[in-house]
């Protein structure tokens, strides 16, 4: 059933007038979306960077995937450190027929970029096998050593708020030094594989935010009379 549906969708036989009430439907809701766009009733968004679109042609088959990673390949060998985003990360299970999904070339290549735009990357190599997501979060977010890290960087503004105030003690000595410790802690023991299952997007707005109560602490402790 399923083969014959998709052979009538695509030769617009008989059996695709079943798709009519559905198409329908369809063809208003995004006549109305655009219409709000335009009006500026829905927000809109506009990015700082290039954007390159590529879909809306088909639901698949027509290459697609493969133009996308030709775009990424040709703007590398350029220079440039190009993203991807394909349907949000970590919703699309990776798999050689799917390689926009989590794991896959086009994945590998946005996780390329990133380390490359924090320079991290002949590091990352000199360090792990291969590059794949966990590896990558566990490099950037959880590796004690590298000084990127966020791990590391957590640790080295714990021990300046440590030598401000002469604290030698296993006990924070005040807000500043609480937040930033439970931050460390919480460092020290989650792991990059629990980062992705969790959500990694999720979590860097948690360490986003906890930095930001951090800089208050701060505030409130050393430069508020």
Sequence with gaps: ??????NEWEKLGGGALIFLPLTLVYMAVAATRRFLYRRRILPTWRSDVPVIVVGNITAGGTGKTPLVLHVVE??????????VVARGYGRVPGSEQDPLGVGGPVDIHGWISVLKSVGAYEAFRKTYPQVTPTA??????????FPASIRHSISRVEGCM????????????????REIGKLHSQLNYITAEEVIADGLHEFLEHVQARCSDIGLAITDTYLRY
Aim: proline fraction near 7%; glycine fraction near 10%; charged fraction near 20%.
């Design 1 to 6: 059933m399923r083969a014959w549906l998709e």
């Design 74 to 83: 040709l703007l590398q060998r350029r220079g440039f450190h190009p993203g």
């Design 136 to 145: 990558v979060a566990d490099f950037l977010i959880l590796n004690q050593r």
């Design 162 to 177: 440590r030598r401000v105030s002469g604290n030698h003690g296993p006990s924070p000595a005040n807000a500043a030094e």
